[in-house]
């Protein structure tokens, strides 16, 4: 699928962009910067997948569910990308206007919030109080007045982190469970394995038991052939003359 081909199923890339790159004739900065940044995007979130396709249909129910864990991950390392190309381009493409740079520069914004990790969320609001309490050791503010907005942000540092330890939690029994099953999954095949070899052995000796029935049947066969060469009369030529 070409880049043009996926910014016509992609909303962001509509609306005034679009329309100016009609009246013109010629693409647009800004249509062009973010099909550009779509690629990257295109790029990162490939590399992942592809990594990752060859071993999904082996998976057990919990490496499955890590797996995904493992992609929401790449899909926002992803967004990430796509943001600091956009921004990158914000800082070197010289024909960029005011408008288009703030244009672009939402864009770009929404994208780094939407690949935010809960350590990233953990490190902004850490960094919200921090910049409060400077405001405090500056002189800017008193403790009282920021009192309400740091309560608030410590408040959200609490619930993160609970959820960040259950996540943490569900995740170890998971790779736990994982552990299990594919020891379960290796133990059914082995066994499945066996039950074959057992089934081919009864219905075809192994090469130990015919090399052996070989050998006993060569002995047997020689001791017949010596037998029967002793049982034969070799005529004298005394007999042959007397008769």
């Known amino acids: 699928m070409s880049t043009m081909q996926i910014s016509g199923k992609l909303p962001f890339l509509h609306g005034e962009n679009a329309a100016g790159k009609a ?8 249509t062009e910067i973010l099909n550009r940044a779509v690629e990257v995007y295109i790029s990162a979130k490939g590399k992942s997948l592809s990594e990752s396709a060859e ?20 899909d926002k390392k992803a967004k990430k990308a796509q943001a600091a190309e956009i921004e990158h381009r914000i800082q070197t493409d010289t024909d960029l206007t ?13 994208l780094k919030r939407a690949g935010m990790t809960d350590e990233d969320k953990l490190s902004e609001l850490h960094g919200n109080v921090e910049r409060l309490e400077k405001l405090v ?38 790779r736990g469970q994982a552990i299990q099953e594919r020891a379960d999954r290796d133990a ?6 066996e039950k074959e070899r057992a089934e081919l052995e009864a219905l075809q000796p192994d090469s130990l038991s015919a090399l052996a029935a070989l050998r ?28």
Do not use: C, W
């Open 188 to 193: 059914e095949i082995t066994k499945a394995q």
């Open 137 to 174: 050791t500056d002189g800017f503010a008193t403790d009282k007045e920021i009192e309400k907005q740091r309560s608030l942000y410590q408040s959200q540092i609490g619930r993160l982190e609970s959820e960040m330890k259950a996540k943490e939690h569900h995740n170890m029994k998971l």
């Open 55 to 74: 071993m999904e249909e082996d998976l057990t129910p919990a490496e499955a569910a890590l797996a995904a864990n493992d992609k929401e991950l790449a």
């Open 98 to 110: 005011d408008e288009d740079k703030a244009k672009l520069q939402k864009r770009a914004d929404e």
């Open 23 to 30: 009246q013109s004739g010629k693409p647009n900065t800004v």
């Open 216 to 243: 006993e049947y060569q002995k047997t066969a020689a001791g017949k052939k010596k037998a029967d060469r002793s049982a034969v009369v070799v005529p004298t030529n005394k007999n042959t003359g007397d008769a």
